[in-house]
DNA sequence: CTGAAAGCGCTTACAG
DNA sequence: CTGAAAGCGCTTACAG
C-alpha cells in the first residue's frame, strides 16, 4: 500500500517511511510489475500487426518509427511481418492472426489488397490503409491528398517560368501513380499548356526505372527545362542521369520529386519534393487504431476513420527560375 | 476455466462445449486480456528505450526492425527517444528513466558518450552499446570488427589487381572510422604496398563530406584505380563525382562502401561493399538486453555481454579487376 | 498519515 | 471431462 503510494508519487506518505520505502527499492532492485499494473488499471495490453512486402522501402521505416512513438505511450505491441508473394502474403497474415493481432496496419502497396482486406473483414479485425489513394469506405485508412500534392508542385514549377515540363509517371499497381499524373494534367490545362507527349515517360517508383526515365527525357535534342518525378528515388536517378550528360541542375534542369524521403536530403543538390508527414502519418495509424481496438474491446462496433494530413512543397536546391 | 481451457487449446474440453465457448466469443467479441495473462504467468512486461541522436539514418531503421521483430517475441515494449545537442540528451535521458525504462540502447554515436553511460551505470539499469569500436569491459556491446571489414575490402580489392588505392576516411568522432582505416592500412602493408598520401582524405560520413572527397581523388592528374570509402553514403557520393567527371564505373574505376545500408542497392551501378548484418544486430541487442532485465528483476546482478556478429562482403557493380 | 481488504482477468493445481 | 478455489502483483475505496 504504501510502497504502492511512495512509487506512484501520491501525497499522505510521511518521509521517514517514504525514504525507507526508496531505500528498500534500491536494496531489492525492485521495479514495478507492468502487467499487474495494466491489469488492475483495467488497461488490457494489446497488439498491432503490420504486414508490409516493401523491405527496404525507407517509408516503412519512418512508419515504425512514428508507430513507435505512439504505441509507447498507449502501451500497445507492434508486431511486423514480411511478405513477398502472394502465397507468403497468405502465411503472413496467418502468422499474425495466431499471434493475436487486434488490428493491423496495412502500408503500401498491400494497402489496396483485397485479398488481405476482406480476410481480416471476415476475421473482425480492425485494419487501417496506409497511403491509399483508393481508400475504401469500411476500411479506415490516413493517407495524404495525392492529387494536390502533385497540383500543387506542378504549378510551382510553372510559377517559376517553366513551360516544357517532362513527367516520370509511377508504378500503375500502386494507386497512387495515377493521383499523381492527373494531378499534373490538372495543373498544365489549368495554365493553358501543352503536354509533349515524349515528355512524359513511364517509372516504376525505382532509381533503376528512373535512371532509364532520365535518359529518355534528357537525351534527346529538345529537352524540358523541368523533370517531375512521382518519388524521390527516381528523381534522384534522374538527377544523376544529368550528372552524366553533364547538365547543370538547377541552372540548366530543375528536377524535382515525391515523398520527401531520405535520399531527398542525401544527395546534392538536395531535392524539392512534396513532404510527406510519414513519422506523423505512422503515429495517426497506430492512434486510429488503438482507439478502434479499445472500442471493440468493450463491445462496440468501430467506425472506420479517414484521416488525411497535410503535405509540404519542400523547396530545396534541385530547383529553380527556368 | 473451460474457457481459458479451449483458448489455450488445451486437452480434456468435449467437442460441445469447446463450441460453445467458441461461439460465445465471436458474439461477444472477447478477446484474451493479455496483461492479466502475463501477470498470471510471472512475466512482467518490461521497456527498453533507445536513444538516438541520428534521426534520418537507415541505420537505425534497421536496427528498429529486428529489435522489434525481437521485443515482440518475448514482449518488451520499445521506446523511442531522440535527442540533438548535449541538453537535449540529458533531458531524453531523463524522459527515458521517467518513464520507467528497465534497460537502454545506445546506437552510434551515443555508444560512446561517457556521460550518458555514466549516468546509466549510476541508476543501475542495464545498457547496451552498439557497434561501438571501443566496447566498455562493464557495459554490454553488439557490434562488427569493423578492423577485420576494411581489412578483408582492402585485400578483395588488391586481390582485383589495384595497386593505387584511396581511401575516404569517416567521422573522426565516431570510433569505428579509425579501425575501419588502420585495417585498410593493415591489408595494404601485408603486401607490400605504398600509400600515396595523396590518395588519403578525410570525410565525415556523410554524402555532402563524400563529394569533396571524391574530388579531391579524382581531379587530379594521377588518380587512384579504387577508391574504398569508409561508408556507403560517401562512396555514393564518390560515384555520382566520377559519373559527371565522366569516369566509367567499374570499367574505370572501382568503388566500394561500407555498412550495406539501403543506399548501396538504391544507386547504380550498385555498391561494393561490407555487409552489416544491422537487422539481427537489432533483434540481438534487445535480446540480450531482455536477459539481463529478467535476472535484475529476479534480483540477479546481470553480467555484460559483448557479441561479435558476422559481416560479408558483398560484391556488386561497383567493382571490377584493374 | 497508514494499512487490511477486495478485486482486476487470468491460469494452475485440486477435487470431483 | 468440468468447475470451485487460490493466487499472480498491483491499485483503490475504506476504515482507522
Redesign the pocket.
Known sequence: ??V??T??GQ????P???DQVLASIRALNY???KS??N????SSAYCIGVLYSNPSSAYLNEIMLGGLQESSRTGAQLLLETCTGLASQKAALKKLLAAGVDGIILPPPLCDSRLTIETLKAEGIPTLALATARPLEDVSSVRIDDYQGALAMTRYLIGLGHREIGFVKGDPSHTPSDLRYVGFLAAMRECGLDIDPAFVVNGLFTYRSGLAAGEALLKKKKRPTAVFASNDDMAAAVIAVAHGLGIKIPEELTICGFDDTPVATTIWPSLTTIHQPIVEIGRAAVAILSEQIERQQKGEIPQPVHQVMKFTLMERGSSAPR
Open positions: 500500500m504504501t504502492s503510494r512509487i506512484n501525497r499522505y506518505v510521511s521517514e517511511l517514504r521495479t514495478v510489475n499487474a499494473r491489469t488492475r488499471n483495467g
